[in-house]
């Protein structure tokens, strides 16, 4: 069995995906302690594969329900796959999502929805450059429309690469790297990455949970003072403008304005 998490930010089409994926084997019910609809279902194509909707989320932060439940399945059960849903026409808020998906080390896929929309926008998003500068898998699709469903199918299907985790501004990344090397007995190593930058973060769930000794507490509250100081910042703020220079940079290098050519030729 191949367990697959969808995941996408509220109104990218992630329900409308999910009724195309998997017809009618869906499975409705709650996500425990929560009036959050959990709905599952296999991919119509092979049923070994299942399929798991996750409630429509901005981010990772344990805010809303819908953070907590979606943030708590993809770290403690780790599925085989992530198909990221993305409302191209809103392209820098929802790869904010993606990023944080890909802070988790799980194998990726971007299902770039709304292309039908996208078409008519006057904007053009180059699949493939994208795809080589986050160096995940991309498929356009328009769910409503089911175009492009059988390349998103075989994405699903097969084993996906592992990627190199979205590098940021380099005093944040030794910042990283040094929490890590404080947590690494602590916890397993593929959640390295995403506990370091929680911790970074602050994350009040997170420190709970990995019940670190004083020690590792102050030391790591060491290195995010020197942060903050070096930035003059906070250290959630570090994080989340990390996050937004790098989008905008894959967005310089793949989306182009298709009235940049007007202007050009007139
Ligand atoms: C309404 N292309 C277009 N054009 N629209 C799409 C696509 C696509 O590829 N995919 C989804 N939509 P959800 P979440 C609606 O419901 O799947 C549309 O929150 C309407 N409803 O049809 O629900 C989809 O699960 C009245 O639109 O998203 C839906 O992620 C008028 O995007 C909306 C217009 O999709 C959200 C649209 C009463």
Redesign the pocket.
């Known amino acids: 069995m191949k367990n697959i998490a969808l995941v996408?930010?509220?109104?990218?089409?992630?329900?409308?995906?999910f009724n195309v994926l998997t017809g009618s084997t869906q499975t409705i019910g709650n996500w425990p302690g929560v009036t959050v609809e959990k709905k599952s279902g296999k991919l119509k194509k092979d049923d070994n594969i299942i399929i798991q909707d996750l409630p429509?989320t901005y981010s990772l932060s344990p805010y809303s329900i819908e953070e907590v439940v979606t943030r708590k399945f993809i770290i403690e059960e780790r599925p085989n796959l992530i198909v990221d849903?993305l409302d191209a026409t809103n392209l820098e808020r929802n790869l904010y999502l993606t990023l944080q998906l890909m802070e988790t080390g799980i194998p990726v896929v971007l299902a770039m929805?709304?292309?039908?929309?996208m078409e008519k926008s006057g904007k053009k998003i180059n699949i493939d450059k994208l795809s080589y500068l986050l160096s995940v898998q991309v498929v356009w699709?328009?769910?409503?429309?089911k175009r492009n469903m059988a390349k998103l199918e075989r994405e699903i299907e097969i084993q996906q690469n592992l990627y190199p985790y979205p590098e940021y501004d380099e005093r944040l990344e030794s910042a990283l790297c040094m929490i890590e090397d404080t947590i690494k007995n602590s916890v397993s190593k593929e959640n390295l990455r995403w506990y370091a930058i929680k911790l970074f973060e602050c994350d009040e769930q997170v420190k709970d949970e990995l019940q670190l000794d004083d020690e590792k507490k102050e030391e790591i509250d060491g290195i995010i003072e020197t942060a903050e100081e070096i930035f003059g910042d906070n250290s959630d703020s570090i994080v989340v403008n990390a996050r937004y220079d790098f989008i905008a940079k894959i967005i310089e290098m793949s989306v182009i304005s298709t009235d940049d050519f007007k202007a050009t030729m007139s």
């Open positions: 996408g930010n509220p109104n990218s089409g992630k329900t409308t995906l429509g849903v929805n709304m292309m039908d929309i699709i328009s769910a409503l429309k």
